[in-house]
């Protein structure tokens, strides 16, 4: 059993380190080391020790396994599948106590250290069992359902197989798990979950398999791939900063050109004074030169030159670049800066990245729309908040956004680098992006940072 267990917590930790920021692997990692602990409490059951500290030992590890697992797999799933992107941080929290509530339930009509210490009579640990198999059981079904209709609804051949091998490590093994640990013995079989030995070897080497050769869970562990895959990601982030930098600042300078020419032919020229224009103009080709003069001529990653800068300015100067756009769409706009703290970062790759997100946002607004940047501190984070009312993005392809040439918009200048861009800037800064987003009622981004890179 202790191998078992070493084997589970290995898989915990390889899924953990693979993104540390990315909340499915959180869950995924944790829902792993539980059922190692389960291998660990029968392990320590088995050891001549104290009768109340090994029974006591044995029914938290048990009870962990048996009772908070489960919850933490369907966690994972809803996490994996972008569900929870859907709603607000708020929210969420406040969903995830619902769902944790059978839990609590466990805990209140199941004595833990009778039960998992093997005080009980038959008969009574029977009659438990059943109650644990069924207030467990719409973990498991709802997982499962979550996770098919993830392959089933999935259009993308990529994403589809992603999808498939993450099912092939969850159903099976939970599904053999709620049957061996749970069904049977509520059933009056006794010493069913000793075929869970067989549940960790199958469920290790699939997880050995796909890592090595298809990768699963975000994860990919062949060497010989790592520097091709180094090098796409090194070409794809140089030219979506150089694509997007030279895009953004020549429509800006081209929108001071018409504004002039406008304004020339039509308005009396003695009064007329082109210099405001002419200066944006030179601001943003300046701007153009700070971007383009920090991107390697060869093709080397994004590379921060991080210092203490207040984060008011960088906000106002992205809001500046941008303001024609605001002007011409007719888009209403709120800035509330709750709390202007120094922030240490890169200003010129955040700026850009904060002009990405307001370009996407525009786009995705009808004339007229709304838009609000906020800059507040949460409990651990320092946050902006970029929300707009466009058309919003559909929820099969929330996931995927960020993605390298993923786009959602049409058209031939749109190569799915922005969101991409930004996402390694921010991923630099050590700080986290989340998207919540729902079709036709708009977008919310937050920018989080933490709040040891601060200072108010």
């Known amino acids: 059993m202790f191998l078992v267990s070493m084997l589970l917590w290995t898989i915990s930790i390889i899924i953990f380190v693979s993104d540390v920021h990315s909340e499915s692997n959180r869950w995924g990692s944790l829902s792993t080391f539980l059922f190692g602990g389960g291998g660990f409490a029968v392990l320590i059951g088995d050891m001549p020790c104290d009768f109340c500290c090994v029974s006591?030992?044995?029914?938290?590890?048990?009870?962990?396994?048996?009772?908070?697992?489960?919850?933490?797999?369907?966690?994972?799933?809803?996490?994996?599948?972008?569900?929870?992107?859907?709603?607000?941080?708020?929210?969420?929290?406040?969903?995830?106590?619902i769902i944790a509530l059978p839990v609590v339930l466990l805990y209140i009509f199941i004595p833990v250290i009778p039960f998992f210490g093997g005080h009980e009579n038959f008969h009574l640990q029977v009659e438990h069992t059943r109650i644990m198999m069924f207030i467990?059981?719409?973990?498991?079904?709802?997982?499962?359902?979550?996770?098919?209709?993830?392959?089933?609804?999935?259009?993308?051949?990529?994403?589809?197989?992603?999808?498939?091998?993450t099912c092939l490590l969850i159903i099976p093994p939970t599904s053999a798990f709620f049957i061996t640990s749970y069904l049977l013995p509520s059933f009056g079989v006794k010493k069913a979950w000793e075929f869970n030995v067989l549940i960790i070897i199958y469920e290790f080497s699939v997880f050995l398999f796909l890592i090595f050769y298809k990768g699963a869970l975000g994860f990919r562990a062949n060497l010989e791939?790592?520097?091709?895959?180094?090098?796409?990601?090194?070409?794809?982030?140089?030219?979506?900063?150089?694509?997007?930098?030279?895009?953004?600042?020549?429509?800006?300078?081209?929108?001071?050109?018409?504004?002039?020419?406008?304004?020339?032919?039509?308005?009396?020229?003695?009064?007329?004074?082109?210099?405001?224009?002419?200066?944006?103009?030179?601001?943003?080709?300046?701007?153009?030169?700070?971007?383009?003069?920090?991107?390697?001529?060869?093709?080397?990653?994004?590379?921060?030159?991080?210092?203490?800068?207040?984060?008011?300015?960088?906000?106002?100067?992205?809001?500046?670049?941008?303001?024609?756009?605001?002007?011409?769409?007719?888009?209403?706009?709120?800035?509330?800066?709750?709390?202007?703290?120094?922030?240490?970062?890169?200003?010129v790759h955040l700026k850009e990245s904060i002009v990405n997100l307001i370009n996407n946002a525009l786009e995705a607004m009808k004339e007229n729309g709304y838009l609000q940047i906020e800059t507040f501190f949460s409990r651990s984070d320092f946050v902006i908040l970029i929300v707009d009312n466009g058309c919003g993005i559909p929820k099969n392809k929330i996931k995927k956004v960020g993605a390298p040439l993923f786009t959602t918009k049409s058209g031939n200048m749109n190569f799915g680098l922005g969101l991409y861009y930004v996402k390694q800037v921010i991923y630099l800064h050590k700080a986290q992006m989340k998207i919540r987003s729902a079709e036709g009622i708009g977008t919310t981004i937050e920018l989080r940072f933490p709040k040891k890179k601060v200072i108010t």
């Open 56 to 97: 006591i030992i044995k029914a938290v590890l048990s009870s962990l396994t048996y009772f908070l697992a489960p919850f933490t797999v369907l966690m994972y799933t809803i996490t994996y599948s972008g569900i929870s992107a859907r709603f607000s941080r708020k929210i969420f929290r406040f969903i995830t106590s």
């Open 136 to 165: 467990v059981l719409p973990y498991y079904l709802i997982t499962a359902i979550i996770l098919l209709a993830e392959c089933i609804n999935e259009k993308d051949l990529n994403y589809k197989m992603d999808n498939i091998y």
């Open 225 to 347: 791939r790592y520097s091709r895959k180094h090098v796409e990601q090194v070409v794809i982030q140089s030219t979506g900063v150089m694509h997007h930098a030279i895009k953004n600042n020549l429509a800006i300078i081209s929108m001071m050109l018409q504004k002039i020419d406008f304004n020339y032919k039509h308005l009396d020229r003695s009064a007329f004074n082109p210099e405001n224009e002419i200066m944006k103009a030179m601001d943003t080709c300046q701007h153009l030169n700070d971007v383009m003069d920090r991107i390697r001529l060869k093709l080397q990653p994004i590379s921060l030159k991080e210092e203490l800068q207040p984060i008011t300015p960088i906000i106002e100067l992205a809001l500046k670049e941008v303001e024609n756009k605001l002007i011409q769409k007719s888009i209403k706009y709120q800035v509330v800066f709750r709390s202007c703290p120094q922030l240490s970062c890169d200003g």
